[in-house]
Each structure stands twice: as C-alpha cells, then as structure tokens.
C-alpha cells in the first residue's frame, strides 16, 4: 500500500511540474491573443508616456520595459 501512495505522489508531482512549465514558457500569448507587439525608441516611448497613450509600463531587466498602450 506504501508503494502506491509514493507513486501517486510522484505521478502528481510530475503533473504539477509539467503545468507549471507550460504556463511559465507559454508567457501571456493565451490570456490576449489580440496583443500587438511593438518597439519603440526610448524617446518615442516617453513621447507616448506624456501623450497619455502608455497604460502601464514595467522594467524587465536593465534594457527592456514592458507594459501595454491605448
């Protein structure tokens, strides 16, 4: 009988991680398949900032920023 709990833990555990990998490579492309991906030159970017066209911005790292515009 032990034997079968430690293996539906392990086979449990194999799942868990197999989700966890997907939702964490597979990023946010199926929460908004309407996404547009766009880059900007960091002058550019606060021209839009001042015009009020970026909703949210994010620092992803020390060269990219992230966010979504109207």
């Not at 430690?6 to 597979?26: G, H, P």
Request: no cysteine; hydrophobic share 50%; glycine share 6%.
């Amino acid at each position: 009988m032990h034997s079968k709990n430690e293996k539906l833990l392990i086979i449990l555990s194999v799942v868990v991680l197999a989700v966890f990998l997907v939702n964490m490579f597979s990023g946010n492309q199926s929460a908004n398949d309407n996404t547009r991906i766009s880059e900007l030159i960091y002058t550019d970017f606060k021209h839009e900032v001042v015009a009020g066209s970026i909703l949210s911005a994010q620092f992803v790292g020390d060269a990219k920023i992230e966010g979504f515009a109207d």
